[in-house]
């Protein structure tokens, strides 16, 4: 028989298994609850300013009923948005995300951009933008700001960044923006956005928290580790405020669709247009279906609004911004990989087992827009530089994501396309001849011809700059992290040995780098260096349009508590008879 005690003691058990259930019941609920609270998966950010609009941009998880921008005072004004579904944007097994998935996998993503109107570019506005989900349930972003385009005369703070691709220092490095100069009036971009653009938690939600728009949205949670440290960094609100003009990137361009079992494969599986429509020569071979077959900027093209040009489209263009005339380039290949190993599908060569099997071939370190002279990009370009938006600008500037001049590994080889070299059953090479250079034996002589003072460029993750006998700034900015070094002393670049086509060291193409003017980091003798390559200290640069410099900022996050300190300024040469 049980005793009042075995009774009160199976009471309090059976009431605290209860109260238990309870509890593991309203936490499963108060989870259920928190997915369930609506987002947006991005802050809106602006594009394609105009004298008196700009586009408000964000992106959603549903279709929604209604997308609309508030404005103005107390938000009486509205703009309603255009709705737009990505067309590629995937997951994959390689995706660091909350699902895990076992093969690439569409992944459904709207886009939303209403053009906000009758704005005067004296007049910086409040905005907020909500979207309403098919249940009515509605979510509105925190508040932004908007304005028109500058006039010229406007003195500016513009951004120039390149390399993010979530690399470790990218949220360290726009907080420091944000914390160092502000809100910036825009973002120059030299490309590689992100890793794999069809990837589309690269843009909006790695769980490592440092994706693309967290970054320039100071929305990211990205933790560094370092010296036993953890900070963890938030990136920078930029783009909420602040159009961004991009150039497109090596990390911009998809390989062939849907031809591999991962989206990095699929990154890596591009083929040149010539290539792909030869091998469909006997089949249809519509645009669209050569592209699936060669490579492809959609992603990138569809989530930005970028200015256009009439042959390049968005994908070289020219825009005006304050004083600042800036012409974007298309200049980017796809990157191999160096080895010369009979297993190689590299820059030099095809894989042995692939010497006859075209199929297979890599066609070297291809380019994917034609630049050389007299191609619709290069006519394009000399028709900018001679137009009176372009010579009347008191600053000329023009971003590509290829360098011409740099210590970097990426300038190597040649900006030229490969020359095949079959050796029947033995071998396919490519050369690369160093003086059939597109940018330097075309390009970079037209710009020095239309008095460009600045020419600004990324791909191999460290600062460094040059200057042209006639006063022509060369900059690569934005150290992120993976670094790739500078080439010199005891770094050489993995090329062919004993050939003057391939430098193994400083700039192939003839220039000396500069040391920074304010705090050059000093070598392992205690020697300046003329280049920041670092994967602890990273770096950033601002044009200052109201005195014409630039200057570049560097922050150690080994010493998270540090200060970050300007260490170069330079000035752009000022030209005689414009604004
Ligand atoms: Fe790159």
């Known amino acids: ?59 959603t998880e549903f279709a929604g009923s209604g997308h609309t921008v508030s404005y103005g005072r107390d938000f009486r004004q509205s703009a309603i948005a255009t709705t737009t579904k990505l067309s590629r944007t995937r997951e994959d097994q390689n995706s660091v995300i909350g699902t895990q998935y076992k093969k690439p ?19 910086r506005l409040p905005y907020r933008v909500t979207s309403v989900r098919e249940d009515g349930k509605s979510i509105t972003s925190k508040e932004f700001t908007l304005t028109a385009k500058p006039e010229p005369g406007t003195p500016l703070k513009i951004l120039l960044t390149s390399d993010h691709q979530l690399k470790p220092m990218t949220a360290a490095n726009l907080q420091k923006v944000v914390e160092t100069v502000g809100k910036v009036d825009a973002v120059f971009f030299a490309g590689d956005l992100v890793n794999i653009p069809d990837r589309a938690s690269e843009w909006f939600d790695d769980n490592r928290g440092g994706a693309f728009f967290p970054c320039l949205q100071g929305r990211a949670k990205y933790e560094l580790a370092k010296n036993n440290i953890k900070t963890t960094y938030i990136g920078g609100e930029i783009i909420q405020h602040a159009p961004l003009y991009a150039a497109i990137g090596n990390h911009e361009v998809m390989g062939r669709y849907e031809k591999t079992g991962s989206l990095d494969d699929e990154f890596g599986d591009a083929y040149p247009r010539e290539a792909a429509i030869a091998q469909l020569l006997r089949q249809k071979s519509d645009r669209a279906f050569v592209k699936d077959y060669s490579f492809n900027t959609d992603t990138y093209e569809e989530i ?37 190993d009979k297993s190689a599908k590299g820059k030099y060569q095809e894989r042995q087992q692939d010497v006859n099997n075209p199929d297979e071939w890599g066609y070297g370190q291809h380019i994917f827009e034609d630049i050389f002279r007299g191609s619709p990009q290069y006519n394009w370009l000399e028709e900018e530089l001679n ?9 000329k500037v023009v971003m590509l994501h290829h360098p011409p001049h740099s210590l970097g590994d990426n300038i190597v080889p040649a900006y030229t396309n490969p020359v095949q070299i079959i050796d029947t059953n ?5 050369e690369y001849p160093k003086d059939q250079d597109y940018l330097i034996r075309d390009i ?17 993750h460290l600062w460094n700059r040059f200057v042209s006998s006639s006063g022509m700034h060369f900059l690569e900015t934005s150290n992120v992290g993976n670094s790739y070094g500078a080439a010199g002393g005891d770094k050489r670049r993995d090329v062919p040995v004993g050939d003057d086509n391939y430098a193994a060291t400083g700039d192939p193409n003839g220039l000396e780098p500069i040391l920074p ?25 601002i044009l200052d349009t109201a005195t014409g410099g630039v200057s570049s900022y560097k922050f150690d996050t080994l010493k998270p508590d540090s200060e970050v300190v300007k260490f170069d300024e330079f000035k752009l040469k000022s030209i005689a008879g414009t604004n």
């Open 1 to 59: 028989m049980l005793n009042l005690n075995t009774l009160t003691r199976w009471f309090v058990a059976v009431s605290l298994v209860a109260i238990c259930i309870i509890l593991m019941k309203s936490t499963a609920a108060e989870q259920t609850f928190m997915a369930s609270v609506p987002q947006l998966l991005s802050d809106p950010f602006l594009q394609l300013p105009t004298a008196n609009s700009v586009r408000v941009v964000w992106f």
């Open 105 to 123: 996998t569409k992944r459904d993503i709207w886009r939303h951009e209403a053009e906000v109107t009758k704005l005067d570019s004296n007049i």
């Open 304 to 340: 930005f609004t970028l200015p256009q040009s009439d042959k390049g489209g968005e994908k070289y263009y020219a825009v005006t911004f304050g004083d600042v005339r800036l012409a974007v380039l298309y200049a980017t290949n796809i990157w191999r990989t160096p080895s010369l």
């Open 387 to 395: 137009s009176p938006q372009f010579q009347a600008a008191k600053y």
């Open 426 to 430: 033995e071998s396919v090479r490519y």
């Open 444 to 460: 970079v002589p037209l710009l020095e011809a239309a008095n460009v003072q600045l020419v600004f460029y990324g791909h191999s």
């Open 517 to 541: 003017t304010i705090t050059p980091l000093l070598g392992k003798n205690g020697q300046q260096l003329p280049y920041l390559a670092s994967n602890d200290i990273t770096a950033f640069s």
